[in-house]
């Protein structure tokens, strides 16, 4: 099925979500993962509209770059090893998963101007994750602010892996709360604006509970024909 098409069925899904939750549509960032479809899948991906592509590994991202260039806004939204950060720092808008101060560091010696970096929460406490407890943020948020090339833009987080709404609203909700503290510290470095998370499964649950980005990637741009 063509991007274009899928698209039309989750833009509706995604205003539906809004409207129930008094939200306008403009607040929420459709990120298209790519990263397990061809350069031509991405490609039509913008070519549908969609302006924010996400991807997980260095090499993915750098290959889809060669030919896309900046076309796309670019999401880093995989686990970034340290080594790897001088590779994609100059071509990515937003990094998804800073989790440790040697990450930040690291950003800091290679970025060449502020960059917008969303910290990672395990909120669902599941060990197969990554991220940062929810009691180890504020702290962590609070240590960065001697980075000057890192903006804390918001957080990120994976819920389950389940059909059990009530405990995805659970994990959206708890990172929705870590941003309200956050947002009440009023640390200059730190507006925490944005709110990443929900993907094919639990997007809408996700809006609903206050994401501003939704990262979606098989129901979005898999299946290519």
């Not at 960032?29 to 350069?39: C, E, F, R």
């Not at 010696?109 to 060990?127: D, F, H, M, W």
């Not at 940062?132 to 819920?159: C, H, N, W």
């Amino acid at each position: 099925m063509k991007v274009a098409d899928k698209l039309l069925h989750i833009e509706e899904q995604i205003q539906e979500a809004c409207a129930r939750s008094n939200r306008k549509r403009e607040e929420v960032t459709l990120i298209a993962v790519t990263k397990y479809v061809t350069i031509e899948r991405a490609k039509e991906a913008l070519e549908a509209g969609i302006e924010d592509l996400g991807e997980n590994r260095d090499e993915g991202l750098l290959a889809k770059y060669e030919v896309l260039q900046d076309r796309p806004n670019w999401h880093y939204i995989g686990s970034l090893q340290t080594r790897k950060v001088k590779n994609v720092i100059d071509k990515i808008a937003y990094i998804h998963s800073l989790d440790r101060i040697s990450l930040a560091a690291e950003i800091q010696k290679r970025a060449n101007e502020p960059i917008k970096c969303l910290v990672q929460v395990n909120v669902s406490g599941e060990e197969s994750k990554h991220g940062l407890k929810p009691s180890e943020v504020l702290p962590f948020i609070q240590e960065l602010a001697e980075y000057d090339r890192i903006i804390v833009a918001g957080l990120m987080t994976m819920a389950p892996l389940t059909d059990d709404e009530q405990a995805l609203r659970t994990c959206f909700r708890g990172l929705k709360e870590l941003q309200m503290q956050i947002q009440e510290a009023k640390l200059a470095h730190a507006p925490c604006t944005e709110l990443s998370m929900g993907m094919s499964n639990d997007f809408v649950i996700a809006i609903e509970e206050g994401a501003t980005m939704i990262r979606i990637g098989t129901a979005l741009v898999g299946e290519e024909s």
